[in-house]
Each structure stands twice: as C-alpha cells, then as structure tokens.
Nanobody, 126 residues
Framework: QVQLVESGGGLVQAGGSLRLSCAAS????????MGWFRQAPGKEREFVAA????????NYADSVKGRFTISRDNAKNTVYLQMNSLKPEDTAVYYC???????????????????WGQGTQVTVSS
C-alpha cells in the first residue's frame, strides 16, 4: 500500500511558476517510478511527466517540455513538479501517481499506475 499526498497548487498568473510536491509513504519510495497527471474540467486525465526510481530517466508530455521539470528526493520520499512559464491551458487538477510495476521504461498511461493522490488544483489566469 502506498499513500500519496500532493501540495503546492494554487492560483498564478500566466507566465508564473509553481512547484508541486507529492509526499509518499507506505513502501520503499526508491523502488518505484512516479508520475504526474492532470485533469481539466470536462477532459480526460492526461500524462504530464514521469520519473524512474532513481531519477535517472524522465519523460514529458510534448505540451510541457521545456517548461516543466520532474524530480525526486528519495531521502525525503517526495517527488516534485516544477512548473514554469505557466499558461491558462495548464489549469487542471494535478495528481501524482506511483507505478510499482518495475518496468524498464517509463509509463505514460493512467492504467499503468497503481496508486494515486487526491489531487491539487492549479489555476492559471490570463
């Protein structure tokens, strides 16, 4: 069992920055990959970024490449999403998720993730 708690969301103007955090507990954090997803009103949940167990490999959605950075601190059992140059279309509820599958490649589909946080709202005003 893994528990995930996101924080750091809020309201920001276009062009601004936010850093999301996701604190994990329950199993050895350094043994699994982590991902960030988001869901805007009326839309399906979509992949944003993911990172492998030791931070050596990352993957990003095309829509956030060059603006968002995912990282992790295994000593603190926490994964981060640094979001820069935010746009109104980034407005969504952001979820972190844990992939316990020990796959050799980073997964981008929601069904590959085993545990989810409750989400944190990010609103970008124009």
């Amino acid at each position: 069992q893994v528990q995930l708690v996101e924080s750091g969301g809020g309201l920001v103007q276009a062009g601004g920055s936010l850093r999301l955090s996701c604190a994990a507990s329950g199993r050895t954090f350094s043994s699994y990959a982590m991902g960030w997803f988001r869901q805007a009103p009326g839309k399906e949940r979509e992949f944003v970024a993911a990172i492998n167990w030791n931070g050596g490999n990352t993957n990003y959605a095309d829509s956030v490449k060059g603006r968002f950075t995912i990282s992790r601190d295994n000593a603190k059992n926490t994964v981060y999403l640094q979001m820069n140059s935010l746009k109104p279309e980034d407005t969504a509820v952001y979820y972190c998720a844990a992939d316990l599958g020990r796959r050799p490649t980073i997964q981008t589909m929601t069904y590959d993730y085993d545990y989810w946080g409750q989400g944190t709202q990010v609103t970008v005003s124009s």
